[in-house]
């Protein structure tokens, strides 16, 4: 993800209509409280005022890494909020990343799956 997050990141230094890349960590969002659309305007910090416009032309791209690190307690419910969020925003480049033990068929998200194989000792080295 991080890998993707810097190429994203150069392709929208050198083209003003690429969009940016915005990482964020899933962890992180423990406030059951909080809806995902504030969660993300403060994951975004210093972008979080024009986030609204990046998003609604396509010039954002989310990167949300760790869906299965949203406290527990809150999964049912989040992972709602994260789907209906991409069924407004469709178009938008988002990539998700979370274990495959801790994706339930019955959570899945509208997106196309792909599932990375462990690595082998050789690759790790």
């Not at 810097?6 to 690429?18: E, G, H, I, M, Y």
């Not at 979370?98 to 799956?113: G, I, T």
């Amino acid at each position: 993800l991080f890998k993707l997050a810097a190429d994203l990141a150069d392709a929208a230094l050198f083209d003003r209509a690429a969009p940016v890349p915005l990482l964020v960590r899933l962890g992180l969002w423990t406030d059951a409280h909080e809806p995902f659309d504030a969660f993300l305007r403060r994951a975004a910090a210093e972008l979080a005022d024009g986030l609204p416009a990046r998003l609604a032309t396509r010039r954002a791209s989310l990167l949300l890494d760790g869906l299965n690190e949203i406290p527990a307690d809150q999964h049912a419910e989040k992972y709602r909020q994260v789907d209906r969020f991409l069924t407004t925003y469709r178009d938008l480049l988002v990539v998700v990343t979370c274990r495959e033990q801790d994706y339930p068929a019955d959570r899945a998200l509208a997106l196309d799956r792909v599932t990375v194989a462990p690595l082998d000792a050789v690759r790790i080295h």
